[in-house]
């Protein structure tokens, strides 16, 4: 039986070898801190799919666990990754980027098998990772329409945005009234002429807004005239959900449950 500092060391080597069979054999099915219903993918198969993507994008990934200590079964480290980004990832081109990413992790053995949570996820510290990838425009460019079409995985976005892997509590479903749009444009910027990076639609009204991001804000604007809770993206063939109420992320299957 592996040890969960030895099932970190293997994992580090199958990361490098491009091993994702054995990969997936070292991670549990649940994550640290819940289980993924019979219709999800596992957390194993979440993370291979994402560092699978992240290894063909940056060959040279290189990954490294430090500052291991061990606290009854549960054991922290600092992982760090760094790769040149070269190849396309998520629609977005190779940017010859070197791309370093350190964040905290914890794991603890379920079943002989590793369940990870990443700590200390801060929204800031992954957009910078993000941008340097091409998928999050400049700082002074985050108002503008990306220059390729990206499309970053829901579940990676729900990390970077919550923090965690599990749905957040919210109390809002039941004011879900639409889920698909009847238009695509901002009405109001494009009375004015203004363009805008996203659309969201308000799954109480319908509205159909700009992203928190443009230049006007639109959809957070009609959230805080009419309380309305829920948004949805309407980013190319994007349909995860936002509550500003609860600052809760839910992806794109949330609208085949309550379609209407």
């Excluded at 910078?128 to 499309?151: C, I, T, Y």
């Excluded at 109001?188 to 443009?214: H, K």
Aim: net charge negative; with cysteine; hydrophobic share 40%.
């Amino acid at each position: 039986m592996l040890t969960a500092e030895a099932s970190l060391d293997e994992g580090v080597r199958a990361i490098a070898d491009g091993d994702w069979q054995t990969l997936s054999s070292l991670l549990s099915d649940s994550f640290f801190a819940y289980s993924p219903s019979d219709d999800e993918p596992t957390a194993g198969q979440r993370i291979v799919e994402i560092v699978a993507h992240l290894k063909a994008a940056m060959p040279d990934l290189a990954v490294s666990i430090s500052n291991l200590a061990s606290d009854g079964d549960l054991v922290t480290a600092k992982l760090s990754l760094t790769g040149t980004h070269l190849n396309p990832l998520w629609g977005s081109p190779g940017t010859g980027n070197v791309v370093e990413w350190v964040n905290p992790v914890t794991v603890k053995l379920i079943d002989d098998r590793l369940a990870v949570r990443f700590d200390d996820v801060t929204f800031p510290g992954s957009v910078a990772v993000l941008r340097q990838l091409g998928l999050v425009n400049p700082p002074d460019e985050m108002d503008k329409p990306l220059p390729h079409p990206v499309s970053v995985p829901e579940f990676l976005l729900k990390v970077v945005m919550t923090g965690q892997a599990g749905d957040k509590e919210c109390a809002h479903f039941d004011q879900i009234r639409v889920t698909e749009p009847t238009t695509r444009v901002c009405a109001d910027c494009f009375s004015q002429g203004v363009d805008w990076p996203a659309l969201r639609m308000c799954l109480t009204c319908g509205f159909v807004g700009c992203c928190d991001t443009s230049k006007n804000k639109h959809m957070m604007k009609h959230h805080e005239d009419t309380g309305h809770p829920l948004m949805r993206s309407m980013r190319m063939n994007e349909g995860w959900v936002w509550c500003y109420v609860d600052n809760a992320f839910f992806e794109k299957d949330l609208l085949d449950r309550y379609s209407v």
